[in-house]
Nanobody, 129 residues
Framework: QVQLVESGGRLVQPGGSLTLSCATSGFDLDFYAIGWFRQVPGKEREGVSCISVRDSTNMYADSVKGRFSVSGDNAQKRVYLQMNSLKPEDTAVYYC??????????????????????WGQGTQVTVSS
């Protein structure tokens, strides 16, 4: 059974840093890309980042490039999203997700929500002074 559980969200001041964790089970991280997404009330869920753990390739939305960094550890079955220089507009519920396409990397899966099948429950990140 595929499961993803996010953690690490909290209140942080603008300019601060935070690391989110996505604990996975039921599948091999080496074969499935993992995406990070975020959503604020009243808006569509948007893609933030994607990682293919096996070949360490990744992808970022323009809004977070240079500030966020994604990494993964198949031995620990975890994917991390390191967020630096946080801004109030980064406030959202953050989700990790995976798909059902083994071997397809982020360059093909992309950051669109339609390609992702399994989702975690989300973790709230609030950036505010």
């Amino acid at each position: 059974q595929v499961q993803l559980v996010e953690s690490g969200g909290r209140l942080v001041q603008p300019g601060g840093s935070l690391t989110l964790s996505c604990a996975t089970s039921g599948f091999d991280l080496d074969f499935y890309a993992i995406g990070w997404f975020r959503q604020v009330p009243g808006k569509e869920r948007e893609g933030v980042s994607c990682i293919s753990v096996r070949d360490s390739t990744n992808m970022y939305a323009d809004s977070v490039k240079g500030r966020f960094s994604v990494s993964g550890d198949n031995a620990q079955k975890r994917v991390y999203l390191q967020m630096n220089s946080l801004k109030p507009e980064d406030t959202a519920v953050y989700y990790c997700a995976t798909n059902t396409y083994p071997g397809l990397g982020c360059s093909i899966i992309g950051l669109g929500t339609a390609r992702y099948t399994y989702w975690g429950q989300g973790t709230q990140v609030t950036v505010s002074s």
